[in-house]
Structure formats: structure tokens, C-alpha cells
């Protein structure tokens, strides 16, 4: 019986000795692929909410920046249509400082959506914060000065490890001078590593600082972009555009650079509370264009009365400067299922009004 156990015992250990290479070669593994997302913060969220979804949910985009020679992993979050006759596809766009998945708003209307036939995309929008930097406090450190004694730049010119046995009276004979380790000198040049061995230097720190410098709606117009490229390489004859809060801004952005190609039918926008400051609606034919066709629905919270006297500036801004196809929604905000069922159906049907199609069909 002792020798049965015996075995047993010996069986496990061998077991565990085998596992434990493999478990540390999975673990160094993890660590590099996870050191790019600790050095950008905004790649770090993203993995986590990654790890949230579904596997075929995750769409990584590739976004390149101007002036930025490597390209930015974005995440995306794709609901594709759940039945048989597809309308078209939707970008969904979250407010500052939210995410792709956000539970308000953005969920709801990328799940329920697809219901009635639409292919949803919610796109990652960039952190707003990042070009804001701390203050510095303390003044800066200009740099180190070591005063080398003669024995020391000797030994450093050399490039060979020698010892020096210093008597008392020798350490008096230079007051002014640093005493310096010249051995410990010696034994990091010897350290240093090849100059022709290949080193591997991880960029990715370098890359967030250089996007520090770019700003926030040149990034987010960026990922936009990238984000109805991909849907239109799903051959999609109709896109939607939702765009949330401040993000609506964004989108007149889109509008203002893209007036001849929205020209054509093809495109529709839903603003949900949007958050448009008057100076844009001074001048708002710089950003619609003349005689602008594409339609637009707004979605109001009714309980807001501020947002109640904004939306009449807008009808009046809208309407002067000629938009044709221009309504306006007004909804009781809340975070209940109902208001996301609500929501959700008003948009379908203002959407088989004004954006009417199916994924397009290439032809032999």
C-alpha cells in the first residue's frame, strides 16, 4: 500500500515539474503581449472592455493619425443584422469620457437595432484628456556634473578594469574631487552589451507621447473615418450616423469635410442630445453646405428645459439655412428598458422613412 501511495506521489511531482516550463512560457508570453497596452492607457481600457464581449463582436480598426507613421489599435464593437433582409449599417458614436459599449444609449441601440435589419459598428472615440499634462511643481533638473580625477579619466580612457590601493594619504590630495568606484565603472563597461546584437526597444511609449501633441478632434475625426471605411468595405448602399453629446460636434466635423460626397443619397444622421454650442449655429452654412438634403433627426430629453430652448435655436438655424429633410424628437430621458425599447423604435421608424436601402450587391 506504501509503495502504491508512494508512486502516486512521485507521478504528481513529475506532472507538476512538466506543467510548470509551460505555465511560465505562457505567462512571459501574456506579459509581452500586454506591455504595449500599460505603456497606452487608451489601449489598456479598451483590451478590458474586450474581454468583456463576444468574440465575434470584436473588430480591431487600424487608425493612423496625420503625421504619425505607426497606426493606433481601436476598438470596435460589431452587431451584425438578425434577419434576413439587411437596411443598412449604423456607426454608433459615444460621448466623452464613455465607451464603445456604453449601457446608455449606446447598447441598447446597437442590440435592438439589428432586430430590424441593420448592421451596428460602435466605435472607441479617443480619450479628450490625454494632451492635458500635470504642472510641474518643482523646477526642472538641468543636469549632473562629476568632476573625474586624473586616476579616474585614465582608467576610463584604458577601458580595462585595474585596482588602485589608495592610502590615506593619497584621498587628501584631491579635496575637490568626487570620489568615484572605479572598478564598478569598469564592470558596467565590461556589461554593456554587444553593438551588434540586435536590441528589441518597444516604441509604444514614444507613440502615446507623440499623439499627446495631436488634438482631440483630429484623433476622433480619425477614428471615425477609419471606422465608415470598414463599413463601406462591407458594401453597405446606406450609413447612419449616431452620434451622442458632444459628439455631435464631431459629426458636423464629418459634415463640413465630406459636403460633396454627402451630396448624394446614402447617408442619414440621429443626434441624441446633441450639445452643439450656438457659435456653430451662427455659421452653420460653413458646415452644412448650401441647401443641405441629407436627412437629420434629432432625439431631445423633454425633462431638460435648457436642452428644450436649444433645440428651437437649432430648428430656426436648420431651417434657415435650408435643410429639407429636419425633425425633431422629444423623448423623457431615463435608463429604464422601456425608454431604450422607446428609443430604439422611433429611430426604426425614422429610419424606414429617410434611410431606406439593403447591402449592395456586386455584379459579375
Do not use: C
Not at 493619425?65 to 449599417?89: F, R, V
Amino acid at each position: 500500500m506504501q509503495k502504491r501511495v508512494l508512486v502516486l506521489v512521485l507521478f504528481f511531482l513529475m506532472g507538476a515539474l512538466n506543467a510548470a516550463p509551460e505555465q511560465e512560457t505562457t505567462s512571459i508570453q501574456a506579459q509581452n503581449s500586454e506591455r504595449p497596452a500599460y505603456l497606452d492607457p487608451e489601449l489598456k481600457k479598451q483590451l478590458a472592455l474586450a474581454d468583456t464581449l463576444k468574440e465575434h463582436e470584436i473588430v480591431w480598426l487600424d487608425v493612423s493619425y496625420p503625421n504619425s507613421d505607426q497606426p493606433q489599435k481601436t476598438l470596435a464593437i460589431a452587431h451584425p443584422s438578425l434577419i434576413a433582409k439587411e437596411q443598412g449599417a449604423i456607426l454608433l458614436i459615444h460621448d466623452k469620457e464613455q465607451h464603445a459599449d456604453w449601457p446608455q444609449i449606446i447598447r441598447p441601440l446597437r442590440q435592438i437595432l439589428p432586430e430590424a435589419g441593420w448592421f451596428t459598428l460602435s466605435v472607441s472615440l479617443p480619450d479628450d484628456t490625454r494632451i492635458k499634462l500635470p504642472e510641474r511643481r518643482l523646477p526642472a533638473k538641468v543636469f549632473d556634473q562629476v568632476i573625474l580625477s586624473d586616476n579616474l579619466k585614465m582608467n576610463l580612457d584604458s577601458g580595462q578594469r585595474t585596482r588602485e590601493e589608495s592610502s590615506p594619504e593619497d584621498k587628501t590630495m584631491a579635496p575637490n574631487d568626487t570620489a568615484v568606484d572605479a572598478q564598478a565603472i569598469n564592470e558596467n563597461v565590461e556589461e554593456s552589451p554587444d553593438p551588434d546584437e540586435s536590441v528589441d526597444i518597444n516604441l509604444a511609449a514614444a507613440q502615446a507621447q507623440d499623439q499627446n501633441k495631436i488634438p482631440y478632434e483630429v484623433r476622433a475625426l480619425s477614428h471615425i473615418e477609419t471606422a465608415l471605411d470598414y463599413l463601406k468595405s462591407k458594401n453597405y448602399q446606406n450609413i447612419v450616423i449616431i452620434a451622442h453629446r458632444n459628439s455631435v460636434v464631431l459629426a458636423l466635423h464629418y459634415i463640413k469635410a465630406r459636403q460633396n460626397e454627402l451630396a448624394t443619397p446614402g447617408f442619414s444622421f440621429v443626434f441624441i442630445e446633441p450639445l452643439v454650442d450656438d457659435t456653430y449655429l451662427l455659421n452653420l452654412t460653413d458646415w452644412l453646405g448650401e441647401s443641405f438634403n441629407t436627412p437629420i433627426l434629432e432625439v431631445i430629453n423633454r425633462s431638460n428645459a435648457e436642452a428644450n430652448e436649444q433645440a428651437k435655436s437649432r430648428e430656426f438655424a436648420m431651417h434657415r439655412v435650408g435643410v429639407q429633410a429636419f425633425r425633431q424628437l422629444f423623448l423623457t430621458m431615463s435608463n429604464s428598458e422601456v425608454f431604450n425599447e422607446t428609443l430604439s423604435r422611433r429611430v426604426k421608424l425614422w429610419l424606414d422613412v429617410h434611410a431606406q436601402g439593403e447591402i449592395a450587391t456586386t455584379t459579375p
